[in-house]
């Protein structure tokens, strides 16, 4: 039991450890953000359950290690403290996936914002707004912008003129739940109903689903006309 408890611990913190240890190494902010994004919840759960694991062999080894007690009793007692771990455990799930998120999101929008150094010349780069980075955007990613959850970023080294375009997917963004009002509400999915002519605008649902409490929502979005340049709509005939 004792044993068990020892190695438990010691598996949690290595698990930790490991996480961060990984985190330090990655230099690129992006590639931060996303691991961030991907594994910091995963990593952290998997620590706090074999820390509660731990307790839960500590506090049978409190009870002696001799088996001269009934089976009855022994048994008895496993179980009993056993609902006691699993109390802790979903205090531990609900903490990761209820508080947290919230934290992990400030987190996130620092490792964001932080400026970019330029690897030309060494500058913290500039983010460009969302009006003056459609000059480097193409077609494709500009529309991608307007309709899907996507969010792209440009940061400009202004000496060099070196760019860096990340994107960022808003399906791994969580907004407030109506609901339950955590901040646990993500998009699941989207449909073109309609599709944008140069005439007439398109529409866009998008499904949003709560992690946390299971709502569901249905948003619709309109998508502007397709724009056609000056120089066409203005050709003489
Ligand atoms: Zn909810």
């Known amino acids: ?98 508080y947290y998120p919230s934290i992990l999101e400030k987190k996130l929008h620092k490792l964001r914002y932080t400026p970019r150094k330029s690897p030309k010349t060494g500058n913290p780069m500039k983010l460009l707004s969302e009006e003056e980075e459609d000059v480097y955007l193409s077609e494709g990613m500009q529309a991608e912008e307007e309709v899907f959850s996507v969010d792209y970023d440009v940061w400009i080294d202004e000496d060099s003129d070196y760019t860096k375009i990340e994107k960022y997917d808003g399906h791994l963004h969580a907004e407030k739940c109506e609901s339950c009002k955590f901040q646990t509400l993500k998009v699941v999915k989207e449909e073109i109903l309609t599709s944008p002519t140069t005439n007439d605008k398109g529409e866009l649902m998008k499904y949003y689903e709560c992690t946390y409490c299971g709502h569901k929502e249905r948003r619709l979005f309109t998508i502007g006309r397709i724009k056609v340049s000056e120089d066409v709509q203005h050709s003489p005939v």
């Open 1 to 98: 039991m004792q044993f068990g408890a020892v190695a438990s611990i010691a598996l949690s913190f290595l698990v930790v450890l490991f996480y961060f240890i990984r985190l330090i190494t990655i230099k690129d902010l992006k590639t931060k953000y996303d691991f961030v994004n991907l594994n910091e919840i995963n990593y952290l759960m998997i620590g706090g359950y074999l820390l509660v694991i731990s307790g839960w062999f500590f506090l049978n080894s409190l009870f002696g290690d001799k088996v001269q007690v009934e089976a009855g009793i022994f048994i008895g007692r496993l179980l009993g403290t056993l609902i006691f771990a699993s109390i802790f455990l979903v205090v531990v799930y609900n903490v990761l996936k209820i």
